[in-house]
Nanobody, 129 residues
Framework: QVQLVESGGGLVQAGGSLRLSCAASGRTFGSYNMGWFRQAPGKEREFVAHISWSGGRTYYADSVKGRFTISRDNARNTVYLQMNGLKPEDSAVYYC??????????????????????WGQGTQVTVSS
């Protein structure tokens, strides 16, 4: 079956860095777009970053642009989120998700949770001030 397993979360001081990993199985990983989302307590799940199936296109939420980097290793069936310059407002549970197969976006539909069908269980990131 399709599985996504996130790891790499933890507690870090403001200004610090973390690297999240998401190991995928059950699908031809290199054919699918991937996304990272996050959800803080009492808030809706929000878009963080997206990477195309080929790795050639990446998109970010304005709040993380310049600080976070999404990447993928199709040989390892893994997508990463490098997070630098962390802020307390980055604290949330971070989820990776499978997007569409072989699709490039013209608009910004990649920001919608509806474009993703399988989700991991999430990994907690807590940034202390």
């Amino acid at each position: 079956q399709v599985q996504l397993v996130e790891s790499g979360g933890g507690l870090v001081q403001a200004g610090g860095s973390l690297r999240l990993s998401c190991a995928a199985s059950g699908r031809t990983f290199g054919s699918y777009n991937m996304g990272w989302f996050r959800q803080a307590p009492g808030k809706e799940r929000e878009f963080v970053a997206h990477i195309s199936w080929s790795g050639g296109r990446t998109y970010y939420a304005d709040s993380v642009k310049g600080r976070f980097t999404i990447s993928r290793d199709n040989a390892r069936n893994t997508v990463y989120l490098q997070m630098n310059g962390l802020k307390p407002e980055d604290s949330a549970v971070y989820y990776c998700a499978f997007g569409r197969s072989g699709t490039y976006y013209i608009g910004s539909a990649y920001r919608s949770v509806d474009e993703y069908d399988y989700w991991g269980q999430g990994t907690q990131v807590t940034v202390s001030s």
